[in-house]
């Protein structure tokens, strides 16, 4: 482990209560009821304020259903996971001896250490410090986060959901072939339009191609 004033000047914010520092890095294997699970608990919910924050700001005209998908690629476990292998954090982790024995720690731990530190961050130095923090070292996943392709699917459910009030309407015309190659024509309509067919080795497949078909002759990218 190495000292925390190197963690403090990597992340460019110096802790009032240390105490509050260390307890964000002790995993439950070396202590079972003084560990980070409380505040990795506190900061899972920090970061979802200010990334849904930061998101419904950035995107105002994105519908919910889309500012969710966002939402769900920066919270995820990945994502955390790479910002805590960018702070280095399993440098700085208090772990078991069963851990420690280990060369490799475990993503999730990694990935948990990541949101107790912003909850002791959150206790320390309050909302706005924590907020500057996490869109900092969040600001490349979000500037990714505008290019997340939303599928035919989807795009044409929230279309009509919008438009309408009512759901597209899919229905099997054809399911042949074996078991193992399946082949599926799909039809699908949405108020007001013709039918559209689409084909695939699946249903969700099929389904896809006739929504895109749909979404084209409405010119819908």
């Not at 964000?24 to 009821?33: N, Q, Y």
């Not at 002791?120 to 969040?138: Q, T």
């Not at 759901?167 to 039918?195: A, C, D, E, R």
Request: aromatic share 10%; glycine share 4%; net charge positive.
């Amino acid at each position: 482990m190495q000292n925390q004033k190197i963690l403090e000047h990597k992340i460019n914010i110096k802790f009032k209560n240390k105490k509050l520092l260390s307890l964000s890095l002790i995993h439950k294997s070396f202590d079972i009821l003084s560990n980070n699970e409380k505040l990795e608990f506190l900061g899972d919910r920090v970061l979802a304020l200010v990334l849904s924050k930061k998101l419904f700001n950035l995107y105002p005209y994105e519908s919910e259903g889309n500012l969710d998908k966002k939402f769900a690629s920066l919270v995820n476990r990945k994502t955390c996971l790479k910002i805590s292998k960018n702070l280095e954090l399993e440098k700085f982790l208090i772990l078991g001896n069963t851990y420690k024995k280990n060369s490799k720690i475990e993503d999730k731990i990694l990935s948990d250490a990541c949101e107790a530190l912003i909850g002791a961050i959150y206790l320390d130095s309050g909302y706005k410090v924590v907020e500057g923090f996490i869109l900092k070292f969040w600001n490349d996943e979000i500037k990714k986060s505008g290019k997340i392709d939303i599928d035919s699917k989807t795009k044409l459910q929230e279309y009509s959901l919008k438009r309408f009030q009512k759901l597209p309407i899919y229905k099997v015309l054809v399911y042949k072939g074996p078991q193992h190659i399946p082949s599926y024509k799909v039809s699908v309509k949405i108020y007001g339009s013709k039918f559209f067919f689409g084909v695939g080795n699946s249903k969700k497949i099929a389904e896809h191609d006739a929504a895109k078909k749909l979404l084209e002759d409405l010119k819908i990218k």
